[in-house]
């Protein structure tokens, strides 16, 4: 083996252990959310049940929601941030629309569990 070869390997290695680390440090924004109703995101309704909402990884503005466990994607779509609105608890994770009785009610803005800006669906 030659020196060459072994530097190029410690790069690699090195390059390869960055790249891992910044995956971690970038964390999950998943949260999961459970609604007794059905609700609805530009141009789907989602069933009463529970769902994984999160941002895909390269893309912040981009909101995947997808059922429970992750298997079967219903909405991907891009946001525009959203300001959590004064006063609302850092515990509240969407806001509602207005709609006629027995409709599904549309998501308006995701507010990840405990942060101070959302994500404002687009209709």
Known sequence: ??????RVGCAAAALALTLAGSAIALGSHE????????????????PAGSYSFD???????VVIVRNKERSKVFYMGFTTQAVRPNGMSLKTSVTLGEVKANEASPITAWYEIGQAVGHKFRY
């Open 55 to 61: 941002t895909h990884w390269d893309n912040p503005n």
């Open 31 to 46: 949260n999961r959310l459970t609604f007794n109703r059905p609700v609805s995101l530009p141009g789907v309704v989602l």
């Open 1 to 6: 083996m030659t020196n060459k070869s072994v």
